[in-house]
């Protein structure tokens, strides 16, 4: 069975992996998952950006998948059924594969799990015919429970923490909600941003959606933790919006005439002053969800600047991720899935880096100083 966010798609949480040997812990360390040996197994990345040391093997059918490193970079936690090849459950494991042991037993399926900052607990998806709600585990197995106490769906994404780990930002969705989303994973439709708190307490509703076929969605803390840059579909497009942290001040940052476009944010710059965001403005006649390119907006306002041209070659390029050096995405300048590549967009001048790196939904982690997979 393979994961359904596993594939490239819009909704996957895809980060676009390369660069360190994770027994280097002064470096940045980097996992990925691969199915380079027949089944979708989690793998170090090698320096030179290839494929290193296999850290899960997992049968003929089964996998594991959406690795997530804890604060301190010394545990990784991952959704696996190589076990019994059943819906995943919650696995840990040490960085370098060892200690491993399963968390959870549930007949439901459960994915996107994370640690809390301080590695005490671990957060997680559990979907129960077709209802989805945020469960919490201490991380040595006990205690489990579910988190929020009202009948929602409910979504949330990999590394959702403020940067002071007081709380996190998630979607939810209430079980009444008419079944449209992005894929079947995502549902999206009537979806509201909240944070609460690591101990689940202090629910705050963000966004408030205008019907049932509206929805605010992926919510994209600022470094500073002030500020939240999210989507929303209020106006008729997907635009990048932006507020304060406590939901006040909503303001829209872009604004996409005409034509359907979807425009996602998926980094802030290193000063908070600007949003990067991946958009569909200039592909009018193509799969919005797909062909983009990426963008550069200031959080005050006015004209977003473009950072790549692939679309007018029928390619796109896709960004999900941030590190110390810039912002990552993938791309085809030219539309062939069979030479999808990495690349880099340095935070200063905006010079677009091809990096000989394997795609694939992963995690990074550097040691006292953590770096979000988005």
Wanted: with cysteine; net charge negative.
């Amino acid at each position: 069975m393979r994961h359904p966010v596993s594939a490239l798609v819009i909704g996957a949480v895809v980060s676009l992996v390369g660069a360190v040997n994770a027994q280097e812990e002064s470096a940045e360390l980097r996992v990925i998952v691969s199915s380079h040996a027949g089944p979708e197994d989690i793998y170090v990345v090698n320096p030179d950006g290839s494929l290193g040391r296999r850290l899960t093997h997992s049968p003929e059918g089964r996998g594991s998948w959406v690795p997530s490193f804890s604060r301190d970079c010394r545990r990784i936690v991952y959704a696996s059924n190589a076990d019994d090849g059943g819906p995943a459950s919650i696995y840990v494991m040490n960085v370098d594969g060892s200690d491993r042991r399963q968390l959870t037993h549930h007949d439901g399926f459960e994915h996107q799990p994370v640690f809390s900052p301080d590695g005490s607990h671990v957060f997680f998806l559990r979907t129960v015919e077709e209802r989805q709600n945020i469960w919490v585990i201490n991380a040595d197995g006990s205690g489990q429970r579910r988190l929020l106490k009202s009948a929602q769906e409910s979504l949330f994404f990999l590394d959702p923490w403020s940067p002071d780990g007081s709380g996190f930002v998630f979607l939810a969705t209430p079980v009444s909600a008419p079944r449209v989303g992005i894929q079947p994973v995502v549902q999206v439709a009537g979806a509201d941003l909240y944070v609460v708190s690591s101990d689940g307490s202090n629910v705050h509703r963000l966004t408030t959606v205008q019907d049932a076929t509206t929805a605010n969605f992926l919510g994209l803390w600022s470094r500073d933790g002030s500020r939240i840059a999210f989507m929303s579909d209020r106006d008729g497009n997907w635009e990048v919006w932006v507020m304060e942290a406590n939901g006040q001040h909503q303001r829209q940052l872009t604004h996409t005439d005409g034509a359907s476009a979807v425009n996602g944010p998926v980094a802030w710059s290193p000063d908070d002053q600007h949003v990067f965001f991946s958009s569909s403005r200039d592909a009018p006649d193509k799969n919005p969800w797909i062909f983009t390119d990426i963008y550069v907006i200031n959080v005050e306002g006015g004209q977003p600047r473009r950072l790549t041209h692939t679309l007018e070659a029928g390619g796109f390029a896709r960004a999900f991720s941030w590190d110390a050096d810039g912002v990552r995405g993938f791309w085809s300048p030219d539309g062939d899935l069979q030479k999808v590549g990495a690349f880099r967009l340095t935070w200063d001048d905006y010079v677009v880096q091809p990096l000989d790196e394997p795609i694939g939904h992963g995690a990074s982690c550097t040691p006292d100083k953590t770096e979000g997979d988005r």
